[in-house]
């Protein structure tokens, strides 16, 4: 049938065939086996790096709210900085690792290029400030100061500064309207940890790598409603991270704002009077040191009687808040925590105890009517008081005869106190105590609050101290080993107390006793605890938890939460007690120990109690006390080292309530020029827009005052009102790949 | 129908019969075809359309910015390849034989111009001759096709001729010697994979001539000792030792020569069972795979139709290579055998080096998956091949 030879079908050729086909066989098994490998059993684990390839987050950080004052002042907002940030990932693609692009950008930030070398470098053990401590994938920031000139320039020239972002961002400010610093209790923030972004991974509210969390004061405290939730996009992108759709889109929701029960204006006035309190007491001779008064630290408390809300509350030394925005240097946090910076971070008025000397005198008088004996009395006011070998004098060793408990407070009588309180140890027990000792005198300060927290709304408040029967049990056992090795019999003063301390230091002695009954030895006390006390003693008996925090108002306004003032219980007193107290606090500013500070003041129209204390400290200049109240306000001031109740804090206390009332050093009332003469009762309003209105504050309040002092006619602040809007919301945080990928190409 | 046809009709005898009759006719080419092979490869360019279209539709910097420009091209290059195939089956492949001499020598008067100042380089390799109109043509793809012909005609001579039962040491000799100058010239260019791709060829087609075992084994072994010199002697360029070096290691700078072995593996391992569906791939829309179009066009299957449609072009492909194969075996010339048994080494090889690289289990070289690829020398070479196996299965005697 045909011509042509079967010679392709030679045996040799028809098995090397097979063998061909079989090898290609093997081969195209092996593809469908390895495919079957990669898209079957490992395909999950590649589609989910498939979809980390495509997928980038767009971060829009939440905008902190505002911390406002009572009238909507705001104490704490954003303002929009023009941010220039570099991303190292995309500096260490080019050849020369963005040294050229840094070189440029110094150029036109007008810095050097080692400034802005050293401002993208990774800190590390060898590496000095300043370096980036933050994520190597996170822009670092370069300045936040730049111009919108310079912004533009780099803008406009993308393409000569790759790496290189300029984007307005949002960057707290402490604004301190009026001169109101308020920096502890307005606190500070600082970059999230990456503990805390552990801790806080699968909750409701996780934070971002550039937040920054509330480290003390409100921005602690209310973080959580001020912080917001952050707004996350997921986009699709292309290998050059060019978007090519949207995944998922998260709004971000702006924090809500904090309505204060602070006012500015009495703010700055309460600073400004400590800190002159504070000048003026340090040019006061000390008879018993020899020395002028150091008045080392001071604080006052100005609250609401009838809430507890404060008004002002100031502690000094102070500082800058600011001095925190965008990272605190490393020569500002050695001035605000170093040994010689006398911790200006503390807030004295919570975290700042002492002992309350006379101004304690409340809590006696109190403890004696409900041990049984009469207001009336008479009780011997002595000069001093014997007890043992030892004599306890009064103050000033000036005797008054018998006298009432309502005179003995006016004239700070301490032998009555100390006749009462020993009366009360003999009648416990003595130096053998009962099984069920009454201990009137340290129940009633436990009842008072004392010992504990008053539960202010702010971070890390200090209990204070009664000097009780456990206390002191539990003192002696922690200190007894010291005091033993320390003491002796006949050494110096502080090794002959040690002594006795190691002998006895765990009983209740006569002496302690007497002591503590007028608030000296081992009793500490902060001023924000005698505030809420004599805030009480006011209202007729409530002891409110002190806040500062008075409304959670949503950024656009629609949602208000008002935070109720909240009490902790009631004075131990009947309503005749608390009348008689009231009536004797009255006489302390009338003709008491007070009444040299409030000459002139119209106590017909404003009522004024006062209670001076001059608490002493071993090898220390005396605590000056001076706490104070009205029907609505009541305001405690303490110096440490700062000399008496009266003569150190009186002034500066007057000068609060002239400005708070309108008063005038000559006693007129001017209602215009009142600042608060009532608690402010209504909420600022935040409008859906997110603005605020509020009034405008004065230049300086204090200056106006003292200005005022001398020109009666000054006029009246003008209540202007001003709007602050928040910063826009355009500080977006683009982790975006730039990939030079795309002009790779597959050599064939 | 033209006397030319009549050449072709092996029984050429009988009365004139019409035009459908002798289409249908138990002995006319169009029932002598091997459909399997002629459908796969159909299947395979059509379904390359769909890919090559689904990689480069966003590829704007590419696509001048028309969508269409790569889908529209592939199928044209698709038709010209049909064209080409029937071309070469109304020519024949016995008919060729006495035109190989002419188109070897044509194809390397072709690589040779590659080095002239006509050649062009296009990513790192010089094997390219740009045409006036935006073309260009790889001349290397019709040396593949010249190679096996050559060869086939030197050691078929003798043996079809009915003087020698195997292929003599003088006829091997000199058929190396013809397959060695093109194969120097493609290296010099450097287009390492096509080399491959020609000793692959260059051993299938001694396998099949039945040649004596020595020049197998020798050859296998030169072919290993000359991969070792060739490594230790640096004739590689640093990308060629780089792409081999990510191969052994693919997670060796994933951003830099990993980078097109890893995006290629996530792409298809992302696919899963029945992939993300066409056009919604998100590795081939973000264009994270480089070459996608051409030697990477597997990926696009992979992660777009998953298992199912990566195996079905594996599947379709082993359907051509196994009727081929079958061609190779049944055919009753030396000269249909080897040139058959070429094209399958060809192919194969070329189908387990490209879908190999994708994933993961052989180096990156720069070859394309017969018929999906974009690519117009690459299409018109292998449909050329196409209408070989066609011509040799049409033109054997029929077994009844």
């Known amino acids: ?748 | 129908m033209t006397g030319g046809v009549n050449s072709f009709q092996v029984s050429g005898y009988g009365p004139e019969r019409s035009g459908w009759t002798r289409l249908l006719a138990r002995d006319s080419v169009a029932r002598r075809l091997d459909w399997p092979i002629l459908l796969s490869a159909m299947a395979l360019s059509l379904l390359g359309t769909l890919l090559v279209y689904s990689a480069t539709r966003n590829r704007t910097e590419l696509n001048q910015g028309d969508q269409y420009f790569f889908l529209i091209r592939h199928l044209l290059n698709t038709g010209i390849g049909l064209a080409l195939m029937a071309g070469t089956i109304w020519l024949g492949h016995r008919g060729l034989r006495t035109a190989v001499p002419v188109l070897y020598g044509f194809s390397l008067l072709l690589i040779l111009l590659v080095l002239t100042p006509l050649g062009s380089t296009i990513n790192g390799a010089h094997s390219w001759i740009k045409l006036p109109g935006g073309f260009s043509l790889q001349p290397s793809e019709f040396v593949k096709v010249t190679i096996i012909l050559g060869m086939a005609m030197l050691l078929a001579a003798r043996v079809d001729a009915g003087d020698r039962q195997y292929p003599d040491h003088r006829t091997v000799l000199q058929a190396l010697g013809l397959a060695a100058v093109p194969m120097l010239i493609v290296m010099l260019m450097p287009d390492l994979g096509s080399v491959m791709v020609m000793v692959i060829i260059v051993l299938g087609v001694l396998l099949a001539s039945g040649a004596s075992n020595r020049w197998v084994f020798g050859l296998l072994g030169a072919g290993t000792l000359g991969a070792v010199t060739v490594w230790q002697i640096g004739v590689l360029d640093e990308y060629q030792i780089n792409r081999f070096a990510a191969f052994a290691n693919p997670e060796l700078d994933p951003a830099g020569v990993g980078y097109n072995t890893n995006q290629a593996r996530i792409a298809i391992g992302s696919g899963g069972l029945t992939g993300s569906g066409l056009f919604h791939g998100s590795q081939t829309t973000g264009q994270f795979v480089p070459e996608q179009q051409t030697d990477f066009v597997f990926t696009v299957a992979g992660e777009e139709l998953g298992f199912v449609g990566g195996g079905l072009i594996i599947l379709l492909l082993g359907v051509v290579l196994w009727r081929a194969c079958r061609i190779a075996r049944e055919t009753t010339d030396l000269y249909g055998t080897v040139v058959a048994a070429g094209i399958v080494a060809w192919f194969a090889f070329q189908t387990f080096e490209n879908v190999g690289m994708t994933l993961g289990i052989m180096p990156v070289t720069g070859l394309p998956l017969p018929f999906v690829s974009y690519g117009g020398s690459s299409m018109f070479a292998v449909w050329i091949a196409v209408g070989l196996l066609q011509s040799i299965r049409v033109q054997r005697p029929m077994s009844a």
């Open chain 1, 1 to 748: 049938m045909t011509n042509i030879p079967e010679t392709g079908r030679n045996p040799r050729v028809q098995i090397r065939l097979v063998v061909i086909q079989v090898l290609v066989l093997s081969l195209l098994l092996t593809l469908g086996g390895r495919l079957w490998y990669l898209q079957i059993r490992e395909g999950a684990a590649y589609a989910k790096e498939a979809s980390g390839n495509h997928v980038q987050q767009v971060v829009q950080p939440a905008v902190r709210g505002s911390i406002l004052d009572a009238r909507g002042v705001a104490l704490a907002d954003n303002e929009t900085r023009l941010v220039v940030s570099a991303s190292r990932t995309d500096l260490l693609k080019m050849p020369d690792d963005g040294k050229d692009v840094l070189t440029k950008l110094a150029g036109v930030l007008g810095m050097t290029p080692k400034e802005v070398q050293e401002k993208v470098r990774l800190c590390d053990a060898k590496t000095p400030q300043p370096c980036w401590n933050g994520s190597p994938y996170q822009p670092i920031p370069i300045t936040d100061e730049a111009t919108p000139k310079q912004a533009l320039q780099i803008r406009e020239r993308a393409e000569d500064f790759p790496g290189i972002t300029a984007e307005p961002e949002a960057v707290r400010r402490y604004p301190s309207p009026g001169k109101a610093n308020t920096a502890q209790v307005l606190g500070y923030l600082s970059p999230v940890t990456d503990e805390e972004i552990k801790k806080a991974q699968n909750t409701n509210s996780p934070y971002l790598r550039s937040d920054q969390v509330g480290r003390s004061g409100l921005e602690r405290q209310y973080d959580k409603q001020l912080r917001g939730k952050a707004g996350v996009t997921r986009y699709e992108v292309d290998n050059l991270g060019r978007v090519i759709g949207q995944a998922e889109a998260d709004p971000a929701q702006p924090g809500d704002n904090l309505v204060t029960s602070i006012d500015a204006r009495v703010q700055r006035i309460a600073e400004y009077q400590l800190n002159e309190a504070m000048k003026e007491a340090r040019r006061q001779h000390d008879r018993n040191t020899g020395t002028n008064y150091k008045a080392d630290s001071g604080a006052v408390v100005v609250m609401e009687a009838k809430t507890g809300r404060v008004v002002a509350m100031a502690s000094n030394p102070n500082y800058d808040p600011n001095a925190w925005v965008g990272g605190i240097s490393a020569k500002d946090y050695a001035r605000l925590t170093g040994k010689s910076s006398n911790y200006p971070l503390l807030n004295r008025a919570i975290q700042g105890q002492s002992a309350p000397g006379s101004i304690f005198k409340v809590i006696p008088t109190a403890a004696a009517i409900n041990a049984g004996y009469s207001f009336d009395g008479p009780y011997q006011c002595s000069s001093s008081y014997s007890l043992g070998g030892q004599v306890f004098k009064n103050f000033e060793s000036k005797g008054y005869g018998p006298i009432s408990l309502g005179r003995a407070l006016e004239v700070s009588c301490d032998t009555v106190f100390y006749r009462l309180s020993h009366e009360e140890w003999k009648k416990d027990g003595g130096g053998k105590p009962k099984k069920h000792p009454n201990d009137w005198f340290y129940k009633t300060a436990h009842q008072f609050g004392l010992g504990k927290e008053t539960g202010i709304d702010l971070p890390n408040e200090v209990t204070g101290r009664v000097p009780d029967r456990k206390w002191k049990l539990d003192y002696w056992k922690a200190n007894k080993d010291a005091w033993c090795r320390t003491g002796k019999r006949n050494g110096s003063y502080a090794e002959k107390i040690a002594y006795e301390n190691c002998l006895e230091g765990n009983r209740m002695r006569a002496g302690d006793s007497v002591n503590y009954s007028i608030g000296q030895g081992d009793t500490l006390v902060t001023p924000i605890q005698m505030a809420t006390i004599y805030s009480a003693i006011s209202n007729g008996g409530t002891l409110y938890n002190p806040s500062v925090g008075k409304a959670v108002i949503s950024a656009d306004g629609r949602t208000v939460t008002p935070i109720k003032p909240r009490s902790h219980g009631k004075l131990p007193m009947t309503r005749q007690t608390r009348d008689r107290i009231d009536e004797a606090l009255e006489g302390v500013a009338t003709r008491g120990t007070a009444a040299w500070r409030f000459g002139g003041w119209p106590q017909d129209k404003i009522p004024m109690h006062a209670k001076t204390g001059t608490a002493e400290v071993y090898g220390k200049q005396t605590t000056s006390w001076f706490a104070t109240y009205t029907k609505d306000y009541s305001i405690v001031m303490t110096i440490s080292q700062g000399g008496t109740g009266s003569g150190a804090s009186g002034p500066a206390v007057r000068n609060i309530y002239n400005a708070l009332y309108g008063v005038s050093e000559d006693g007129d009332i001017d209602a215009k020029k009142a600042l608060l003469p009532t608690p402010e009762k209504t909420l600022p309003k935040v409008k859906t827009d997110g603005t605020i209105a509020s009034p405008k504050v004065p230049k300086d309040p204090a200056k106006d005052q003292q200005a005022k002092k001398k020109d009666p006619n000054a006029p009246a602040d003008p209540l202007q009102p001003a709007t602050s809007a928040p910063p826009s919301p355009e500080n977006r945080d683009t982790r975006r790949r730039r990939r030079r990928r795309g002009s790779r190409r597959l050599p064939t």
